[in-house]
């Protein structure tokens, strides 16, 4: 396990793992360990601590935890947190949070290992948001370089769940233990082509450097390996593009498949509308800390 800690700002109750043992953290208790001023984005990473907060779910590849505190509903912090912060939040904007969330999913994330220019890490981010993926890995990338180069996905992390890794193996491992199957890109004998995968399935996208593409162990640890067929004299595309063309296909081929793209359920929809108005300001996270010491008064035992 990598020295992280994943802090992810759900309104439910996620669970601290280490080793075998399990914490139950009540997302009041989470508001308080964020940082002053407040990240903007879902997930703080914090290198000093062998530890990784996940959020913990009997649906393959959620990412949105199943349990809430013993005092209250999930649904009802949900609910009220959503009625503190609607004042702020103008309706021409909830009714994008509404339309966004509908057509998001977690069934498909991308995974982008090692990439050397971050204005394609970046970019991949923005496709991903324009396309309705809500979750996103990156593997051994510089974190100082990439923070540096973030105006090039124009805040489309922001409303991801992104999550670094230091290693392929442990990137790999988790989400296989998620559900999902592990698709890299590959130019090879054994590649099959987009086109002809069914990607209804729940898919982790692999692309990767743009020099020496995926490395030698993520092609190993994979499930299988695609690559897009290419019609002219080039033999490549760069890596943005081609993880715009891969993601955008594999929405398009859900939709034909399913009918639709996003497909979270009513708990699911419910956590990520709260969490877009999280996000969407510092004083909506202002306003929900002031909400979480509220509640604490009023949930504390009467003596």
Request: with cysteine; charged share 20%; net charge positive.
């Amino acid at each position: 396990m990598s020295k992280s800690l994943l802090l992810r700002t759900s309104l439910s109750s996620l669970r601290l793992l280490r080793n075998s043992s399990s914490i139950s953290i009540s997302f009041s208790s989470l508001l308080s360990l964020l940082p002053n001023p407040p990240h903007q984005g879902l997930r703080i990473v914090l290198p000093s601590y062998n530890y990784k907060l996940v959020a913990s779910t009997s649906r393959p590849c959620s990412h949105v935890a199943a349990a809430c505190s013993s005092s209250e509903s999930e649904s009802d912090i949900n609910d009220d947190l959503s009625k503190a912060l609607s004042p702020h939040i103008l309706d021409v904007r909830k009714d994008k949070f509404r339309n966004v969330v509908t057509n998001r999913t977690y069934s498909l994330c991308l995974v982008v290992e090692g990439l050397c220019d971050f204005g394609n890490v970046s970019a991949t981010f923005r496709s991903a948001d324009a396309l309705g993926f809500q979750s996103v890995h990156v593997v051994s990338c510089d974190s100082k370089r990439y923070k540096d180069n973030r105006h090039v996905s124009m805040g489309a992390e922001k409303w991801l769940d992104i999550e670094l890794w230091s290693s392929i193996h442990e990137c790999f491992k988790v989400l296989k233990a998620r559900g999902y199957r592990i698709a890299t890109t590959h130019v090879g004998m054994d590649a099959v082509s987009i086109y002809d995968m069914d990607w209804s399935h729940p898919t982790a996208i692999v692309v990767g450097n743009e020099n020496r593409g995926i490395s030698d162990e993520a092609l190993e640890l994979s499930d299988l390996h695609c690559s897009i067929p290419m019609k002219g004299m080039v033999d490549s595309f760069n890596v943005s593009v081609a993880a715009g063309i891969l993601m955008h296909h594999a929405v398009c081929d859900r939709t034909s498949r399913l009918g639709c793209h996003g497909d979270l359920t009513s708990k699911e929809s419910q956590i990520l509308l709260a969490e877009f108005s999280l996000r969407h300001s510092k004083s909506a996270l202002s306003i929900a800390h002031e909400y979480a010491k509220r509640k604490a008064v009023m949930c504390a035992p009467k003596l």
